[in-house]
């Protein structure tokens, strides 16, 4: 029967064989090896011996992962929410009947084309503490700029507001999600007399928490894995006093940096349970204040 099968459908697995000899070898083949490599001394250039949970019991004495995990949950716990609210503002405004809404559209989408690196040399350019267009703009008006990204209660949350100023392909997906909505719901809506803020409040937002949800869980996996612009920003240092070092960006530097492969195996291992923990406890939750059209 099997045999039968394999030859019926023996021009389907030809062509699938690439895709799957993919998914074995650079997919399911490091990921199955990771998990042992986390219980190992492995270094990249000598094998290393199994060590069982010694990786584990040093990252729970490890400063610098400590820091490096609240730097990443202040980090998530401040932008997702931010990235949410600003780019449903956003889609609200653009998704209006304006004269020339499409222009408007494109500019707040660009930031998202920007390549990273010419991102970090930008902001590093407008929020320097003495040369920085921003703090002289600030200085015009008599104020005077904090030192922002040298700054160490200043670091993360200029980090956040750069980050913001890339939410364009956020607040596409929500102004996709706002046209979704039926007109029968205002329509009905405004044959009892309601005004904005109440279709806003009990039409908008309830139909837009299936959008709202998708871009919850899609942030915070991101936010947990922030590494690219803090890195370009800081040159991997995560300076000043270490207020940058993100958990990817450490998990990075035991990696390939001190050849610790064995540790940041198991720091992966550790941040993918920390995700999946909190993808869970969002989906849950999500029973009771996702709404969809219909329901």
């Known amino acids: 029967m099997m045999t039968r099968f394999l030859k019926k459908n023996a021009a389907g697995w030809l062509f699938a064989s690439p895709w799957i000899a993919g998914l074995l070898i650079f997919y399911l083949y490091p990921l199955l090896s990771s998990i042992y490599l986390s219980f190992t001394s492995y270094s990249i250039l000598k094998p290393g011996n199994f060590v069982g949970l ?61 390549p990273l690196i010419a991102k970090a040399i930008i902001w590093t350019w407008l929020l320097h503490p003495q040369y920085g267009a921003v703090n002289n703009v600030l200085a015009a008006w008599g104020i005077e700029g904090p030192a922002w990204l040298n700054d160490e209660s200043w670091s993360k949350p200029t980090l956040v507001l750069i980050e913001l100023w890339s939410v364009g392909q956020i607040m596409t997906i929500l102004l996709a999600g706002l046209q979704t909505i039926s007109r029968d719901y205002y329509e009905a809506a405004e044959v009892d007399g309601a005004r904005w803020h109440r279709k806003l409040w009990h039409i908008t937002l309830p139909l837009m928490t299936p959008v709202i949800f998708y871009n919850l869980v899609m942030g915070i996996v991101g936010a947990l894995q922030v590494f690219s ?6 040159g991997g240092s995560g300076s000043p006093s270490r207020s940058l070092v993100f958990y990817v960006m450490y998990l990075y530097d035991n990696g390939f940096l001190y050849l610790k492969m064995g540790y940041a195996s198991a720091m992966a291992w550790i941040l993918f349970v920390i995700t999946l923990l909190l993808t869970i406890v969002i989906t849950v939750s999500s029973r009771k204040w996702v709404h969809y059209q219909g329901d």
């Open 54 to 114: 010694q990786n584990y019991r040093q990252l729970m004495a490890d400063k610098v992962f400590w820091q490096s995990v609240a730097n990443t949950l202040y980090f998530a716990a401040a932008f997702v929410p931010l990235s949410i609210v600003s780019s449903l503002i956003l889609a609200l405004l653009l998704n209006m009947n304006i004269k020339g809404r499409t222009i408007y559209r494109t500019l707040f989408f660009l930031p998202t084309l920007v």
């Open 229 to 234: 612009l803090p890195y370009s920003l800081t």
